[in-house]
């Protein structure tokens, strides 16, 4: 694992909570995307050293909806950043850690992603994320 990469937040509402983030604590929006396969639409927010990556659902059938349904709003999991993510899912299966994916899928960013379950990891939701390199050598 090379850093946490991002802090991923269940919202229920993008446009109800991006105003706490950008004008009580002042911090900056990157960009909103649509991630379709996870039915999620994804406000990417820098607060320094690490993302925060709020998380609305588009559909109440999706994973988000469910985890608000039941826990309410808050955060969902913690992303750690990866090299060869294949090989880390590998690694951890190696050792006894139950993976949600054991390939990784496309997620928001273009990066490539893997959840570990959480009953393997403390009752935490961990995620693999492989992101690509821009041209000029930075993470998108």
């Not at 009580?24 to 999620?40: A, H, M, Y």
């Not at 690509?132 to 993470?139: F, L």
């Amino acid at each position: 694992m090379k850093k946490v990469d991002h802090i991923g937040i269940a919202v229920r509402s993008l446009q109800e909570t991006l105003p706490f983030y950008q004008e009580t604590l002042g911090l900056p929006l990157l960009k909103i995307e649509e991630v379709e396969s996870e039915r999620v639409r994804v406000a990417f927010i820098d607060s320094g050293n690490v993302k925060l990556e709020l998380l609305e659902p588009t559909d109440s059938g999706s994973a988000i909806a469910k985890f608000i349904e039941k826990k309410g709003e808050g955060i969902h999991h913690v992303a750690f950043g990866v090299d060869s993510i294949q090989e880390r899912i590998d690694e951890l299966k190696e050792n006894g850690i139950r993976m949600i994916q054991d390939a990784p899928k496309s997620g928001a960013g273009g990066a490539q992603v893997a959840f570990m379950h959480p009953k393997s990891a403390n009752g935490v939701l961990y995620e693999l994320c492989e992101k690509q390199m821009t041209s000029g050598g930075e993470e998108q």
